[in-house]
């Protein structure tokens, strides 16, 4: 592995790509303030030859003793070339497999997606975010809002959700400027009228949700409406457990039953708020499809080969009280055609798809979410830079001291050898 990453160092010149004049003049979602490397890039240098990093690590692993989380983040801050972030992916994997692999430093993390992004390497920044159990990479939502807004960039909105899911997973919506760029992914991704899965159904459902429950705006609660939805149809596919299973969801049934609760509450409502009508359309869809499929084939939905063997497990654990919330639809049908009838009544439905509306939200919110993000990220910046000088200084005294203690050694040594 060494070996290798000396290779990359002894590359002859880096090629840069030049950005066109048309594409540099695209606007996005996140200001040019906001991505901006110049404070990160700013800090104080600590110049490493990732050789000789990749060397010691791999004889301390050859030897079963602990790599130290500074290691791990000289070597992920020190990346110079695309071929450098594929030996930090295994340090990363090999760092969390190990005795230190709670240290790995929020700083690491972030500077990892970072180079990801400066060198081409997304796909790795994805994947190990996907793989976080075995990488250990949680980013905070300043750093997700980064890897966000680089597929948006694209308008790669799938690749995006899936960062959004990875929050949800998390429960991780801390940020204002998190919720409201997850709510318009979602609503983007839904958009593009994807052909999911059952899983892909329930986590996306599940983000949506989650993330509709931190705004009470017209976005908010028909993200929720749309959630519970999509909730709803696996479980009355698949029934309660796999709708629950690995997700940070409550565990009860009904689904569909709390989408039509949505409707109530923005019925309900003296604020304004309302429900885009698209999403009406959505939920008839479902009901139309699941009333028109037999529950004797309840996977006649599955048509992808990502369904594994515990997916046809799970078609044996519908139960009785899984059949009974079936046997409601009917009643969920019925209740529906009323509560649209009755928000129609009240001016509570915005002609306005759901995209639309996440876009309008996202337009004039985020802005001024920005600054408190940035200011919060100069001070973690501060407080990073003191914890990492605190590591070094650490480090230079246990080799010094280890180093003192190698040297009255032999000098005891030779002194025996003397006297013998």
Not at 133 to 148: C, M, R
Not at 311 to 330: G, I, T
Not at 348 to 353: G, I, T
Not at 382 to 390: A, D, N
Request: charged share 25%.
């Amino acid at each position: 592995m060494a070996a290798s990453v000396l290779r990359c160092c002894m590359n002859a010149a880096v090629k840069v790509k030049r950005v066109s004049p048309s594409v540099s003049a695209r606007r996005w979602l996140l200001s040019a303030a906001y991505s901006d490397s110049t404070l990160w890039e700013a800090r104080e240098k600590d110049p490493q030859n990732l050789a000789l990093l990749a060397s010691n690590m791999d004889g301390l692993y050859e030897r079963n003793l602990p790599v130290s989380s500074l290691t791990v983040s000289q070597f992920v801050d020190n990346i110079s070339c695309r071929e450098e972030v594929d030996q930090a992916e295994y340090y990363l994997y090999k760092f969390r497999h190990s005795p230190n692999c709670w240290y790995l430093r929020e700083w690491t993390v972030h500077s990892w997606i970072r180079q990801c992004l400066k060198y081409g390497a997304r796909d790795k920044a994805l994947h190990t975010l996907r793989n976080k159990v075995q990488y250990g990479i949680f980013p905070d939502n300043f750093t997700s809002n980064l890897l966000i807004d680089s597929y948006l960039k694209d308008e790669d909105f799938k690749s995006a959700s899936s960062v959004v899911e990875e929050l949800m997973l998390q429960e991780a919506f801390d940020l204002p400027s998190t919720q409201i760029l997850s709510l318009y992914t979602l609503a983007s991704y839904l958009a593009t009228r994807p052909q999911l899965t059952v899983s892909q159904e329930r986590a996306l459902g599940a983000s949506l949700l989650i993330c509709g429950l931190k705004q009470d705006n017209s976005v908010g609660l028909t993200a929720r409406f749309l959630g519970n939805v999509l909730l709803g149809k696996v479980e009355m596919q698949k029934g309660i457990h796999a709708v629950f299973k690995g997700m940070p969801l409550f565990w009860e049934r009904g689904y569909l039953s709390r989408a039509l609760a949505v409707l109530e509450g923005v019925a309900a409502s003296p604020a304004d708020v309302k429900l885009s009508k698209d999403s009406f359309a959505f939920l008839e869809d479902v009901l139309q499809g699941l009333s028109s499929t037999s529950t004797d084939s309840p996977n006649s939905s599955d048509s992808s080969g990502e369904e594994s063997a515990g997916e046809e497990e799970r078609k044996e654990e519908v139960d009785e009280d899984d059949q009974a919330e079936r046997e409601k639809l009917s009643e969920y049908d019925s209740k529906f055609k009323v509560m649209v009838n009755e928000l129609e009544a009240r001016g509570k439905v915005d002609s306005s798809n759901f995209q639309n509306l996440a876009t309008d939200l996202t337009q004039r919110l985020l802005p001024s979410l920005e600054r408190p993000d940035l200011d919060q990220y100069e001070t973690l910046l501060g407080g990073w830079e003191v914890e990492r000088k605190q590591l070094i200084q650490r480090e230079q005294e246990t080799r010094r001291m280890a180093q003192e203690e190698k040297q009255a050694r032999l000098a005891a040594k030779a002194a025996l050898e003397q006297q013998a």
